[in-house]
């Protein structure tokens, strides 16, 4: 079984290049017989392979060298960059990973998915989440003219930024009946996602819930081999509050 790497919430910028620096530097220390596990978000904005896939060439060839050293990716969209697409699938050698996805490591099943889904309170965001990865709107979005997606991004960004700020912050978080559920229903006994930026463990009925950390200017990882305790890197835990 290999050695297996969480990451997710990088949101790299083409105009930060520290952050895909930092990506490509992280990633170098890891080579044959490991796997990488991308939990969505990856990137901060994704607007279309033609439009942003140019810009992100020290993205694609970090991953690329990782795979010539025997290293495998399996890359989760999440709400940032759903619209990565095959021409970006193909330049990195990643593969895409569905969201939720069951996956058993040392011993344990791993339900690993975003984490956008789990907040059900956010019945707004549900409900636009739903909208806009519909494939019709998806078709039509990729379709237009970049300017015109460049726009409706911002609009988006706006409206979500307005509407967070008018949020209580814990309708926007991960529902721990929801979380529960989903434990109990995949037989999983930990449930391993980004998106909220809280890194932890936190225990549920069925089992631990684990948070990984957004990438603000420092690495954050799960790094995991059968046999040994996980490495808990810059997630305000360690593996003893994982129970394994």
Same mark, same amino acid.
């Given at each position: 079984?290999?050695?297996?790497?969480?990451?997710?919430?990088?949101?790299?910028?083409?105009?930060?290049?520290?952050?895909?620096?930092?990506? !490509?530097?992280?990633?170098?220390?890891?080579?044959? +017989?490991?796997?990488?596990?991308?939990?969505g978000d990856l990137f901060d904005l994704w607007l279309g392979d033609d439009l942003d896939l140019p810009h992100y060439a020290p993205v694609t060839?970090?991953?690329?060298?990782?795979?010539?050293r025997g290293g495998r990716t399996l890359l989760m969209v999440g709400n940032h960059d759903f619209l990565l697409g095959d021409g970006f699938f193909?330049?990195?050698?990643? =593969?895409?990973?569905?969201?939720?996805? =069951?996956?058993?490591?040392?011993?344990?099943? =791993?339900?690993? /998915?975003?984490?956008?889904?789990?907040?059900?309170?956010?019945?707004?965001?549900?409900?636009?989440?739903?909208?806009?990865?519909?494939?019709?709107?998806?078709?039509?979005?990729?379709?237009?003219?970049?300017?015109?997606?460049?726009?409706?991004?911002?609009?988006?960004?706006?409206?979500?930024?307005?509407?967070?700020?008018?949020?209580? /912050? /814990?309708?926007?978080?991960?529902?721990?009946?929801?979380? +529960?559920?989903?434990?109990?229903?995949?037989?999983?006994?930990?449930?391993?996602?980004?998106? /909220?930026?809280?890194?932890?463990?936190?225990?549920?009925?069925?089992?631990?819930?684990?948070?990984?950390?957004?990438?603000?200017?420092?690495?954050?990882?799960?790094?995991?081999?059968?046999?040994?305790?996980?490495?808990?890197?810059?997630? +305000?835990?360690?593996? !003893?509050?994982?129970?394994?």
């Amino acid at each position: 079984m290999p050695l297996r790497i969480f990451i997710a919430d990088l949101h790299l910028r083409a105009d930060v290049p520290q952050g895909l620096v930092l990506f !490509a530097d992280f990633l170098r220390h890891f080579g044959a +017989d490991s796997e990488l596990y991308v939990l969505g978000d990856l990137f901060d904005l994704w607007l279309g392979d033609d439009l942003d896939l140019p810009h992100y060439a020290p993205v694609t060839q970090a991953l690329e060298a990782y795979a010539k050293r025997g290293g495998r990716t399996l890359l989760m969209v999440g709400n940032h960059d759903f619209l990565l697409g095959d021409g970006f699938f193909s330049a990195s050698g990643a =593969l895409p990973l569905t969201d939720p996805y =069951l996956l058993e490591h040392a011993g344990r099943r =791993l339900l690993l /998915t975003h984490g956008d889904a789990l907040c059900t309170s956010d019945v707004d965001y549900q409900a636009f989440r739903t909208r806009i990865r519909a494939p019709a709107f998806v078709a039509e979005f990729l379709a237009m003219p970049a300017e015109r997606r460049q726009a409706m991004a911002r609009e988006f960004q706006e409206g979500s930024r307005s509407a967070t700020a008018q949020k209580d /912050t /814990t309708v926007m978080q991960v529902d721990a009946m929801a979380a +529960d559920a989903a434990l109990r229903d995949s037989d999983a006994d930990i449930l391993l996602h980004g998106h /909220t930026h809280q890194p932890g463990v936190y225990r549920l009925p069925m089992g631990r819930r684990v948070v990984l950390g957004p990438w603000h200017g420092r690495e954050s990882a799960l790094v995991w081999l059968p046999g040994e305790p996980p490495r808990m890197i810059n997630m +305000d835990c360690d593996a !003893a509050e994982l129970g394994v």
